[in-house]
């Protein structure tokens, strides 16, 4: 604090640190305190709120974990998104492998911009593209009934929808971190992993992934971040029978009516995603500080 | 062939399937722009046409969404530049024990999903009377993309040499010239990217804003409200419209900064 | 407009270690005065005190007569030349010759008239539209010096600044900053730890260890005249042969050594009995037997031209190395033999051990 006064003398660093202060008091604690104590609290009319009948519980925690219904779109909304996260890191690894240590210079600088140009577009827009591609008339059916491999359309929307919609869309949080972390991988390793006789599968499973434990672990951890609390996919590319998590919180809020339930129901999924986070961070030895880049 | 080849073949092929799953949705989405059909699709084709674009066009609806995006986008970069420059500069002059807590309480709006700030956001301005709208949708985009802001300067930061700033004060200099003639300009690049970062990130966002919204309908909740109402291809000329400004805007950006690059050989 | 500078019992304390301690010298107005010192011993944190980065913990600093305390180093009549130049990359060469003036409100035209003075003084005429990136390492040392002298500072202090520099560029830029300073009048507070730099600029040197200031005098009275063990081996070189004081004296002393008795001139602190040493310069060193006579067996000899250097063993192992003018090089011992060196004791320095 005195290094910032003596830095920037008492005008200019009173207002950053007031500038600071109101962001993280007013936007980021202040929020987050107040949907604490809306999840604690009772749905009351307006009248009876301050009322004898308005005391802290855990009840609107102990409804989602008694309603069938929501508990079972809550675990399943966690291991759809840790199989979003594989998938994508199934599908991620030999390319950010291949950009890092395979291709020229002008092969990966079209590679990165191949990458990267999708994900300036508008993730409403990349779902959209996924929702007319499924679509029951849609291109792909007309295709796989074209070839023959199917006869009648497929009704993808649904799980298969959302999956396939959620790996489109985080493909370049899996891509970049793994690309970033093989990319430091010495390419002597390699020749001298394959000089001492490693096939493939053992030089990646001794050599490449160890190095790339770091980026790995990045990127699952906010593929399934972001997955776990993805509104759009889900909500076009879903049916009925694929509810996730969040369209329920949407549902309490917007359509239910309880706040506080609904409140209820994000802190949980808030600890849930911050609990992953910082778990498998831990667990991978990963700084905080190599994660946002 | 000897397996490896075989093995090298199949990987092209591979890397030709994960271009083609990158872009054959994005492409499907923009050629049935084009297609007569009512529904967007590309088979069967049912002739080309530009009336979708003038339907896109004559959409008071998709004017007023538009209008409301690009506010929304202007009041966040208005906000989100000297907030997010404010805590570079403070998290990088703090001593470094105070550091790493500061860094991650500034950094925790990124570890939190969208939904839940926008939830949090909203249920706190309940409070005080202030309701869902252009406010709010404001006050809970800012919330992450001072995050964003923020990295990009302190990246950038990294790079400066403390010394010139002790040099232009032994030479005279005001705290405040120091800070608008040396600091500041150096900071120019990495505060031109991060605004234009934030406008994208401001005018995409949807799961922050569907809380926060009230009755306004920014743009992606224009398109994603078409989606299920009923989508035709203007959406799909509207959607081809965006893509087309956004890698404008993009390559734009990145030719200016390899300019500059170029142009400011090192100190 | 040149000022003098006053230390009056400075020191600086970063928490429990003591950077500087009770340091206090006057450097007059106009002077060219230079700290030497290895690193770590707290020059640079002297000059970072009179430019006013730093506030001392103890005692004050003096700039023309006037306490500085409390002054930050923009309100000081200081300008500063750092070791990495800080030249503003972003800033044509002109605006960063002129910042300075820009900061005390002086009008764009008439800025840019007096940055194209100074770019005539410096001889770079013509530069001032360039960017700092563009210039050579010496153009970039100049612009620097300009820069710091476009605010017509009372003091000029200058932090190891041609220390990037190659050797031939460095010895053209100090007979450069010495005219710039005969030039100018300004006082020049100079920082290094190139003892050849400080002799061969400054009007006098101070010399400082650990902290602590060692001695402060002329270059000449530095080499001939060290007050300290320190600055009799730090500055040139030095055969240093220990004993302990048998004899005092009309201001010589003689030293009772493994070698034999040796006489010198005695520092006045001295006392009989106490452990000293006898400091002689190989130049001081002849070939032959006289009033102190060493022998010694030669074990190398490098000819440097104008002289040679002439290496030897005591017999308990220390080293030797008198400096032999090549006009004397045929009284010059043969290699591998014992050979005697002399010296005359006003040449040699008793100093008591630390």
Not at chain 2, 82 to 92: E, M, R, S
Request: charged share 15%; net charge positive.
């Amino acid at each position: 604090m005195r290094d910032l006064y003596a830095r920037f003398g008492g005008g200019l660093a009173t207002i950053f640190l007031t500038l600071v202060l109101i962001w993280l008091a007013a936007m980021v604690l202040a929020p987050n305190l107040m949907m604490i104590d809306y999840a604690l609290r009772p749905n009351l009319p307006p009248l009876q709120q301050g009322g004898p009948q308005d005391v802290r519980s855990l009840d609107n925690f102990l409804y989602l974990a008694n309603e069938g219904v929501h508990r079972a779109i809550f675990l399943k909304t966690i291991w759809a998104s840790a199989l979003v996260a594989a998938l994508t890191l199934v599908v991620c690894y030999p390319v950010a492998f291949w950009m890092a240590q395979r291709a020229t210079p002008g092969q990966l600088s079209i590679a990165l911009m191949l990458v990267i140009i999708p994900f300036f577009i508008n993730e409403v827009l990349r779902t959209l593209a996924w929702f007319i591609l499924l679509a029951y008339r849609g291109p792909l059916n007309a295709v796989l009934q074209g070839i023959g491999l199917i006869d009648a359309p497929v009704r993808w929307q649904g799980n298969g929808g959302v999956l396939a919609g959620m790996v489109y869309a985080y493909i370049l949080f899996m891509l970049l971190p793994i690309y970033n972390a093989i990319e430091s991988l010495d390419k002597s390793q390699l020749e001298a992993a394959r000089d001492l006789g490693a096939g493939t599968i053992r030089t990646h499973r001794r050599v490449v992934i160890p190095h790339a434990k770091a980026g790995i672990a990045t990127g699952c951890v906010f593929t399934f971040m972001l997955a776990a609390g993805s509104y759009v996919a889900p909500a076009l590319l879903g049916s009925p029978g694929s509810r996730w998590f969040t369209e329920i919180i949407y549902n309490w809020f917007f359509e239910g009516g309880d706040w506080n339930r609904g409140a209820a129901y994000a802190l949980t999924l808030l600890v849930l995603c911050l609990a992953v986070v910082l778990v498998t961070l831990r667990v991978f030895r990963v700084n905080l500080t190599d994660v946002a880049k | 062939m000897r397996p490896d080849r075989i093995f090298r073949g199949l990987f092209v092929l591979y890397l030709l399937a994960f271009v083609l799953y990158l872009f054959a949705p994005l492409l499907i989405m923009g050629v049935a722009a084009f297609n007569t059909s009512r529904f967007p699709t590309v088979i069967p084709w049912q002739g080309t046409t530009l009336d979708w674009f003038s339907a896109m066009w004559a959409d008071a609806a998709m004017w007023q969404a538009l209008w409301t995006s690009a506010i929304v986008a202007v009041l966040v970069v208005l906000v989100a530049l000297p907030v997010g420059t404010a805590a570079a500069l403070v998290l990088t002059t703090l001593h470094a024990r105070a550091r790493s807590f500061a860094y991650a309480v500034m950094v925790s709006p990124l570890l939190t999903p969208g939904v839940v700030i926008g939830i949090s956001t909203l249920i706190l301005w309940r409070q005080a009377g202030v309701g869902g709208g252009i406010a709010l949708i404001v006050v809970a985009q800012t919330t992450f993309i001072i995050c964003y802001v923020m990295l990009m300067v302190m990246a950038r930061l990294q790079r400066f040499d403390r010394t010139q700033e002790e040099a232009a004060l032994g030479l005279g200099a005001s705290k405040l010239m120091v800070f608008r003639r040396i600091l500041l300009p150096f900071l120019r690049p990495a505060l031109l990217a991060s605004g234009g970062l934030a406008i994208l990130q401001s005018v995409e966002n949807y799961n922050t804003t569907l809380f926060v919204r009230g009755f306004e309908t920014p743009l992606t909740v224009f398109i994603a409200t078409k989606v299920r109402t009923g989508l035709t291809p203007a959406v799909n000329a509207l959607a081809l419209v965006i893509i087309a400004a956004t890698v404008i805007g993009a390559v734009a950006y990145e030719v200016a900064r390899r300019r500059q690059v170029t142009r400011q050989p090192r100190s | 407009m040149s000022h003098s500078v006053e230390l009056d019992g400075i020191g600086m304390r970063f928490g429990s270690t003591r950077a500087v301690s009770g340091v206090s010298f006057t450097v007059q107005a106009g002077e060219f005065f230079s700290i030497l010192g290895p690193s770590g011993c707290g020059k640079t944190t002297i000059l970072r005190m009179i430019a006013g980065f730093l506030e001392p913990t103890e005692g004050r600093v003096l700039i023309g007569d006037r306490d500085m305390r409390g002054l930050g180093p923009n309100q000081r009549p200081t300008a500063m030349i750092f070791q990495s130049l800080a030249l503003f990359p972003l800033m044509p060469v002109w605006e960063n010759i002129a910042f300075g003036l820009e900061a005390r409100g002086v009008g764009r035209a008439e800025r840019r008239k007096r940055a194209d003075d100074l770019l005539r003084l410096i001889a770079l005429e013509g530069y001032g539209d360039r960017m700092p990136g563009e210039l050579s390492g010496g153009q970039r040392q100049r612009v620097a010096i300009a820069r710091a002298l476009a605010v017509e500072p009372g003091v000029l202090l200058l932090d190891e600044p041609l220390s990037a520099l190659d050797l031939k560029l460095r010895q053209h830029m100090r007979a450069e900053l010495r005219a710039l300073q005969k030039r100018t009048g300004v006082t020049f507070i100079y920082i290094t730890h190139d003892q050849s730099e400080a002799l061969a600029m400054s009007d006098r040197v101070a010399v400082m260890s650990n902290g602590l200031l060692q001695q402060v005098a002329t270059p000449r009275q530095l080499y001939d005249n060290p007050a300290t063990p320190f600055v009799a081996r730090f500055v040139g070189e030095t055969n240093a042969i220990a004993g302990r004081v048998s004899a005092i004296g009309d201001g010589m002393a003689r030293v009772d050594t493994a070698l034999g008795p040796l006489h010198g001139r005695a520092d006045r602190s001295l006392a009989i009995g106490q452990a000293a040493t006898v400091y002689v310069r190989p130049e001081a060193l002849m070939p032959g037997v006289g009033a102190n006579t060493l022998r010694a067996r030669v074990s190398r000899m490098d000819f440097e031209g104008a002289f040679a250097l002439v290496h030897g063993q005591f017999p308990d192992g220390a080293a030797l190395t008198a400096a032999v003018p090549s006009t004397r090089l045929g009284d010059a011992p043969a290699l591998g033999t014992d050979a005697s060196f002399s010296f005359a004791p006003e040449h040699a320095v008793v100093l008591a051990d630390a």
